[in-house]
């Protein structure tokens, strides 16, 4: 069974003195290019996830602007997948499902921002759709959210989505396990 890796929206505006940051954006993204690099020392499949603002009204990931762009630390190499979207669901109105499929790949190594949002959403479907995914806790990251006027912090937010996800949809693990265990 083919395993490939979903890296989602790791663009510039989720960093300092981007337009949306995320809390541990930095640190997620050091642990995605490690992730990065294990793949592509192996020659396993990559994927990258860019999410393109085009709604009306949008403030972030806007086209033609700096922020919208991948990440430096994990920049897409020629041999790899780029797969603009509009939605955080990253198989929606995508080619995704029908490149996966195309690969043989049926297992799905899941990082990228924000885990409240386009990592949940992708994550959900790709379950739905039968990939077997294992999410990795450190190569994601999130912010603050507000509810009826409380401020829920960024690791309550992070917790609670990969708490939800573990089990049902996928497994949630840190880049070292995830690593180790695919190299026995």
Known sequence: MSTGLLLID????????????LQGSVEAARVASRLLDFFRQRR??????????IKAGATFFLPGTPGVDIYEGVKPQENEKLIQKHYPNSFRETELLTHLQGKGIRQLVVAGMMTHMCVDAT??????????????????????????????????????????????????????????????
């Open 10 to 21: 790791i663009q510039n505006d989720y960093f300092p003195e981007g337009k949306m940051e």
């Open 44 to 53: 396993l499949p990559i994927v990258h996830i860019q999410h393109v603002a």
């Open 123 to 184: 994550t959900r479907t790709a379950t739905d759709l039968g990939f077997e995914c294992r999410i990795v806790t450190d190569g994601c990251a999130t912010r603050n959210l507000k509810l009826n006027g409380q401020e829920v912090m960024a690791r309550d937010v992070q917790l609670a989505f990969l708490a939800a996800l573990n089990g049902t949809y996928g497994r949630v693990l840190a880049a070292d396990e995830l690593m180790t265990e695919m190299q026995a």
